[in-house]
């Protein structure tokens, strides 16, 4: 009996400590004790839920039943991330070289090797109808994707509609959204399985919705198209989006060049006749091509006049349209060049190569605006007619008429 009591003392002392620790805890951090979860904001759940259904008769309109909008609606979340993505304001201040060391890695030239061998016949098929390089193709799936190993993460229609809910791009994310629907409509995809980035770019080549009905191909004859797991419906539309942006058979993207001494870089277009008649040789040491005086060649300068130089074409620019980034551009030609097995860029990539943040980009179209200037776009876009314009105001400068870009410019330009 004396032990059973002894043990029911202690235990009542331990209670009665727990009891006094929870008191004190209480009066010492009550904000700490009394803490509610975190819930998500009801005003916003239910102004969402309300955006949401105010699409319905858009998406009839378009011929989207009610049933398939229920099916991929009725339950999509509000996703807190790809808000916050779309606020990030993106940077491209990656120096030229090291983007392209990591895009044309020896790991993505085997592996588009491999691709090109396994399916051979395929690209045969592909190049013969769309007229585009079967290296080219493969270089832009293997930079979007991996190959297709890495497709994105995001479901396409929740990452579309709450990119529509913010207004991203004035119309752009509630027309894309739109236009999902209606493939889901059509039947080549259902909603869990359409899969990709957070901005609604899709499946292995990261089609948009709008480029997916424009340019997807049904290239394995099952009546889908199926950009997520048919290899010949990705390589096909690759070819065909590329073909309907204008690349032109058997003119080359370009090449890297040795600029001669003395050169004046305020000249950055002619005919490669005229580049050679400069002075102008290709950096492996082959030769240009001089039978066609109307291909103009445009000299670009990706890092300024004291890193690597190129003569580009027009088939560089429909590159572009796929990703407006000129690095971009670059790394899927030299990707595609690699796997035809050239050699790698011969010239250095300058050590500190500050690339601008597309907010100082913005502003340099802005400045360039105010000064009667005519950008083509005011999202910091660069293109080439952009690049002539920075040549003319480094002209007054006094700094080397490159084209390129750099803060120096920059705070010249709006000092």
Not at 390 to 407: A, E, L, S
Request: hydrophobic share 40%; charged share 25%.
């Amino acid at each position: 009996m004396r032990a059973q009591w002894m043990r029911a003392q202690r235990t009542l002392a331990r209670l009665t400590l727990a009891a006094v620790a929870a008191m004190l805890l209480a009066l010492i951090s009550p904000a700490v004790a009394q803490a509610p979860e975190p819930q998500a904001p009801e005003p916003q759940a239910r102004s969402f839920r309300g955006y949401i259904e105010s699409l319905r008769p858009l998406a009839l309109a378009r011929g989207v039943s009610n049933a398939t909008f229920d099916r991929a609606l009725a339950n999509v979340a509000y996703d807190v991330e790809v808000a916050r993505l779309s606020r990030r304001q993106p940077e491209y201040g990656r120096p030229v070289g090291d983007y392209l060391n990591a895009m044309v890695a020896a790991s993505r030239i085997g592996g588009g090797q491999k691709r090109l061998a396994a399916h051979r016949g395929l690209l045969d098929d592909i190049e013969k109808t769309f007229g585009v390089p079967r290296e080219v193709i493969v270089a832009i799936w293997g930079i979007e994707t991996s190959f297709g190993a890495n497709q994105g993460g995001k479901r396409v229609i929740p990452s579309l509609a709450t990119l529509a809910f913010h207004h991203y791009k004035g119309d752009f994310a509630r027309d894309e959204l739109l236009t999902a629907l209606r493939i889901l409509q059509d039947g080549h995809i259902p909603p869990e399985r359409m899969i990709g980035s957070w901005a609604g770019a899709m499946g292995q080549p990261q089609f948009i919705p709008s480029s997916f009905m424009r340019w997807a191909v049904d290239f394995d004859g099952d009546g889908r198209r199926d950009l997520w797991t048919s290899v010949p419906d990705v390589l096909a539309s690759i070819g065909n989006y590329l073909r309907a942006h204008g690349w032109q058979r058997d003119l080359p993207w370009g090449f890297e060049v040795i600029v001669p001494e003395q050169f004046d870089p305020r000249k950055s277009r002619g005919s490669f006749r005229e580049w050679v008649t400069l002075g102008f040789t290709r950096a492996d040491g082959g030769n240009l091509p001089t039978s066609n005086v109307r291909d103009e060649a445009i000299l670009f300068f990706p890092s300024g006049a004291r890193g690597p130089a190129f003569l580009v074409t027009k088939n560089f620019d429909v590159i572009k349209t796929y990703n407006i980034s000129d690095v971009y551009a670059l790394a899927v030609l030299h990707l595609a060049d690699r796997l035809k097995g050239r050699p790698p860029f011969a010239g250095r990539w300058p050590a500190g190569d500050v690339q601008l943040s597309r907010e100082d980009r913005m502003r340099i179209q802005a400045a360039l605006a105010e000064r009667g200037f005519s950008p083509n776009n005011r999202q910091g876009m660069i293109d080439f007619d952009l690049r002539d314009d920075i040549r003319k105001m480094q002209v007054q400068f006094g700094m080397t008429p490159d084209g390129h870009p750099t803060p120096e410019f920059l705070a010249r330009l709006v000092r």
